[in-house]
């Protein structure tokens, strides 16, 4: 018997699957027996795992086609525990359980607030009809882990018990994180002399809102010499190349597309901008304060405010305004936060924080 599953569609590189990522290192560290149960056994971050996590390929092309898999994989295993964390991996768990007839507890954990993804993205009737199947189908979850209080109270509003519900802050902050920090990066914009180079890391899609950020780099550029760098890839791509044709900038844009190592960027980052529309808790701005690197994020719900602390720890600006923006990363540019005190408040992201709650949750 596995002490604990943990089930994802793969391993593409996403701030989600860094967090998993994390956790099942950090569980096979404390002796458990850990299962990740992919749908496919495909992405970067498979060559982080350590040989002690077992990977379970399901071997599906699509999601919902791997459910058979995951029932016999239930009946056969039995685990105590299985941990999803998707929107779609949680309800799939949450019906497989159901078929298998198993005692397994299910632990669906939500990274983002459900309400707003049906909102704010044009993602057609699976995203339109998501708070519905949240309502109807997480009551039959043994917990319902969210990453923020905001998308708990994101939750709640749409009339579910807060009883079933723990926050618990993802594990960011890792020993791991501080040595890939400390990495060589050759990239000529980091050479001594260069350039400030302004930061994003994200999937290139309209929950980011990279043509904000683009546009409010493009002030900033009027203003002074600085470089703009985008990691990530995604479906955006296409628009965001040619917005930074239309604005002549091809010179000071780079969108070098999935990095493995950001931390090593972020670390020498001049400021690192969070543009989002909406979030649950931005892996990526708790790595940028790890590294010192001061923050320019949107007041999106959720995860911003709450991260930095209503703009205790960085400059929060209304979600799509340029103007704000730029202004933002003109001040912080100018007048940069202490590094220590960033990543003094970014150790409360910590792993073993989220570890020690994750497993008494889990009841392991």
């Not at 989002?276 to 708790?286: D, K, R």
Request: aromatic share 8%; proline share 7%; with cysteine.
């Amino acid at each position: 018997m596995s002490s604990l599953a943990i089930f994802h569609p793969s391993l593409y590189g996403g701030g989600a699957e860094r967090v998993l990522v994390n956790l099942a290192s950090a569980f096979v560290a404390q002796g458990l027996s850990v299962d990740l149960v992919l749908v496919k056994e495909e992405g970067s971050f498979l060559s982080a795992l350590p040989p002690e996590v077992r990977v379970v390929n399901l071997g599906a092309q699509r999601l919902l086609l791997s459910m058979p898999a995951l029932v016999r994989y239930l009946q056969r295993e039995q685990p105590i525990s299985l941990l999803s964390a998707f929107e779609d991996t949680n309800l799939l768990a949450l019906w497989s359980r159901r078929l298998a007839g198993v005692s397994t507890r299910i632990i669906v954990s939500i990274h983002g607030p459900v309400s707003l993804e049906s909102q704010l993205l044009n993602q057609g009737l699976k995203r339109k009809i998501g708070p519905y199947l949240a309502r109807l189908f997480y009551p039959w979850a043994d917990k319902v882990i969210t990453v923020s209080h905001g998308v708990a109270e994101d939750l709640i509003s749409l009339g579910f018990s807060s009883k079933n519900i723990q926050v618990i802050y993802n594990p960011v902050v890792t020993p791991e994180l501080s040595q890939k920090a400390l990495e060589p990066l050759e990239h000529p914009w980091f050479k001594p002399g260069s350039s400030p180079v302004i930061l994003a890391v994200g999937r290139l899609e309209a929950q980011k809102d990279f043509p904000t950020l683009i546009k409010a780099f493009a002030r900033v550029r009027q203003q002074r010499p600085a470089k703009l760098l985008i990691l990530g890839e995604g479906q955006d791509r296409p628009a965001l190349e040619a917005l930074v044709q239309e604005l002549g900038l091809e010179l000071d844009i780079a969108l070098p597309g999935f990095v493995y190592n950001p931390y090593a960027y972020m670390a020498r980052a001049a400021v690192f901008v969070l543009s989002s529309i909406f979030e649950g808790l931005p892996t990526v701005l708790i790595e940028a304060m790890a590294g010192g690197t001061p923050i320019v994020a949107t007041d999106c719900k959720s995860g911003p405010a709450e991260i930095l602390e209503q703009g205790k720890y960085g400059k929060l600006v209304p979600v799509g305004d340029i103007k704000a923006m730029a202004e933002a990363i003109a001040i912080t540019l100018e007048q940069p936060q202490e590094a220590a005190v960033l990543q003094h408040r970014a150790g409360d992201f910590s792993l073993d924080q989220a570890v020690s709650q994750y497993l008494q949750v889990l009841q392991i």
